[in-house]
């Protein structure tokens, strides 16, 4: 029996870059980004003896996300992922697979006197995901959501459940149902009209989680991944993990007072996770597990 | 000398209210509050002898909170924390101040087939503020904005300032200006048409934001806090918090490349913090220092 | 009536500072260090007119704090930011107030072989506070703590509050009490031994947390406050900010068990909070009011 | 072609439960934990179709959580999470398998008058891990650290690295080395010391990092992972995630000063993200991907 070393990576996260795109002196663009890159490959040497003659210091990494950022036009987050993956494991011999992982965070245009500025913005919430995987076994890639919190105050019911002694929750045939959103959805190729494709699959997404009538949040969850995949032939594969943001009834009969569905204490902590994968049934794993 | 007891004030903070107002079983609003309430009074024997016959608890404070949200139609933020306050220094002969703190998380509706979705949103960013102050030395209501972030990306300068031995920073003629939104907004009187004076603000806020050429954060910060106060003739003070949040140009020229204004490192810490009031000259002081 | 300015200050927020001192090349201590500048002076011309002629930059601001932290021994914060103070009014003559706030985390040594190690540590919970305002209105030196979590099992009750309408707590003798503890101690003058006043003043402070009887929180909060002027002549004024972490028993009763005072439920929001001064009757205000 | 259900399962996350053990009245031991549970199984029906019969509500996991809290001794944590994770296997016929994982804050008693205070504690830093799957393909316990900071100021190096066109980076014969440690231990067996295992592997860990001489934070992971192999023959697989909290040596020259590895600029993003496991060469793979 020996001691040895296993799976390894290493990178450099949480790279925040903002873009400025001037198409005149006055009228921009904005790209608000936030990258990690993780590279594995053959790094036994440094591990096991301190030998960094195969390791690109992850300073280095930080760089090319910057320089990568000038030299081109900016594309969707998905190709900026695939350029920069792409790169890593062209350039360096001693990597044989790349992750990069991109959080778009969203800005819209202050409304002035002349309609929306030309080059100022407020941030908007949540924010798009795209990862890339690059090397040997392949190369995929992923797109999606993080931070997109959603509720419905209505067409949500949780009942027939098991019980047991433990059971203390009553059903419910109109509850409040909330989430924060983190969605993957994974390509079947590595070309797509990447922003037409997100927009697309966003907005079923989302559309589905409003009109779903809920008998479970596991149910919703299933519906949202099988309308994207209905809709968009493009993806193979949704991951969703959905925590159960409860909002409770609050008892206000001490008071005299009914309560029909109209106050509720929104708790922070515990809440309910539910995670889940909807997918073709001819495709084989990701080359990553999802999500990351 | 003795040793005695000085200011103090007490209540419950962050109490989480998500109102639900249903218009029809599928036709609703939402309304989703953070509320603090703080009242101070005769507790001299609380804290000095442990005797609680003046002491509301906390817990009384959160169940007024709540049952304050169902009977009657929930008003805007700026007259809900009116009627909490008055009740709780017209109730408890004990109290003679309550303040109370609200913060309303926007939500918008999903798009869906028909419009719209009668029951269903997606959380935006940022929150809208109220403070209301009651007592014996008169009502103040403040509206306000909180966590608003903003960015232009050209239209703003900043040199001219005084050099020494520890300068390093170059003027420049052109650089992103970035912040997140803390304003307080003191009202002449306690009674107004609070949403549309809200909105009014608020626009007119993040208008002079984004047309004022800026030669300082100082000067949008003076722009914005009169371009308020010009504009609405129910305000009389206007207090900013404005973090510089660093965007820095990234040095390319090492790998050959320039960079005109186009990639910027969005920088965490430190911040600049530019604080600053603008007021009316024939006004009283706050009955609270803001902000707060 | 016009629009004026009001009062302003503004500074560099968080400068993340750690210090190593190498008594030998493997024998070191290390300060870890989050300080604050605010200046405010006559700073109309920048707020009017954009004119920055009497505007320190933040940067340099910044480079102040590392260029201090390196020219000489680095003193207890106290006296760090006393330095710091004094030059940014002494070398810039628009300057006419500084305040200084400081955050040092504590770190210990990690044990190794031969005792505590000489070069390693490991970070330790909480923080040790130091503010200092210095101008034309004098100086004043206030310490403290941020982020101190305390609780004890038993020993605390709550009864004998005002009921009402609203009221469904019910009385106890016996809960679990906890909060995290935001303290400032005001110093009498600009001198003092401040490591071993600090020491004193915490050790003193968390005792009477553990060792008084609470009939409620604010009564813990005058002791508190009380013990640390009757031990610490050196002191004049401290200022506590001590929401209550709600612990709450668990009903097991469903479940056919007895749960007397073992099982709680650490609960997020809402909290109380609990503000008070426990302050000497001979002395005069604060030059920044209490806490910042 | 068709959509199908994938991989998913659910639990209660984040469950706070505070555990007092009282010996005498007031002579306490506390235990502060963070516990989350999933649970997978056979759950196509809920997804499906929302027909919820096999579904045990996160409600009742809870229960469940605090229920076990009492009616036995609090057991170490990897204990008190199989005894859970073998209750949802066994109680319920849907669940095949059950993860449970638990976070412990530490807390150290209050010095008092006569020393250790017998129920008043301040909470110390980072928290213990432990993590339990539990079902049809066996079970499996993981103990490690989370969110422990270590700092070394000096026997750290970073050269020989490989160089391109992008890279800044200078070689450097002694950094300061920062991470915050999470770190996964796995257990050969599923019966142990629990508590000294944990406190035997946590100090060999903490002790390598502090001694191992380092080329890079790769070889320090390395170390840290087989030195807690060689010492605990219970364990088979070590599993590292270390962010390398950057500590940039500040440029002080423009003021005419040295600094020779004594101040430093402690950067939040980007940082180093290096992952890695250190295993023995005959065991199989975890049953749930680590860390988890």
Known sequence: MAIVLGPNRYGKAEVRLVRVTRHTPTEHELCDLNVSVSLSGDLDRTHL??????????????AVVYAFAQDRPLPAVEEFGLRLARHFVDAYPSIDTARVRLLEYPWVRIP??????????TRASGARYAGVVHGAAGTEVCSGLEDVTVLKSTGSEFHGFMTDRYTTLRPTEDRVLATSVQARWRHVGVAADW????????DVMLRTFAETHSLALQQTLYAMGEAVLADRAEL???????????????????FGQDNAGEVYHAADR?????EGAVLRDDIGPALAELPW
């Open 236 to 254: 193979a594969e949704v991951r969703l993990v959905l925590p159960n943001r409860h909002h409770v009834l609050v008892d206000l009969s001490p």
């Open 270 to 274: 515990p809440y309910g996770l539910i």
């Open 112 to 121: 002035a006197a002349n309609g929306p500025h030309p080059h100022a913005w």
């Open 49 to 62: 003896a301190g030998d960094n003659a195969a390791v690109i210091p992850t300073d280095t990494m930080r």
């Open 195 to 202: 922003d037409a494709s997100f927009l697309a699959a966003r």
